[in-house]
């Protein structure tokens, strides 16, 4: 995991990273102020894969809910490939007591789901610190957790399936969040 970061310099040709940075990179950065929370999400590989998104946006940490598998466990190294272990992980038995555990803590919480209400996720108004509720790859997120939400973004799907898969939607989302705060922290900035 901490092999050196090495560029690969081609005369007209951009330096390539390879390898992983070392693990107290980006350390001395704010993470990004986001949860993640996962619903009762069966694929260990969908869950690896959403460690290494949080990991590469620099998301604070992710909450496993009910049976969602969370470190250790052995199919995660496989897609998380490490990342897992620099994530912050909690546990609740449901996304309901996760979202009150967030209200209570002061964080907006977004509910991520196809459902009546929900709007594009480029036209939701996040406000940070800010989490997001993806659920079940085949039941969706539970509908007493999704009525606790602050409101409800989706992934507009104009083909014949409803949704995508968790792993991509996320993707979708935290860079979609990653851009709002960037934007955000700047105009703060350029107000001081």
Known sequence: MTAALHRRARPGRPNVRTGDRATDFGRERPPLPVTLV????????????????????GAANIIACGYTPRPPHPKLD????????????????????????LHDGGVTVYGIETADGAVPVWELPVRFPAAFVFGNEALGVDPEALARCDALGELPCRGFKNSINVGNCAAVVLYEALRRWRTNSQDDCKRS
């Open 38 to 57: 996962l619903d009762r999400l069966r694929s260990a590989f969908n869950v690896g894969n959403i460690y290494r998104l949080a990991d590469a946006v």
């Open 78 to 101: 496989k897609t998380a490939r490490g990342c897992q272990e620099l994530i912050a992980t909690r546990h609740f038995q449901s996304a309901r007591e996760a979202i009150q555990y």
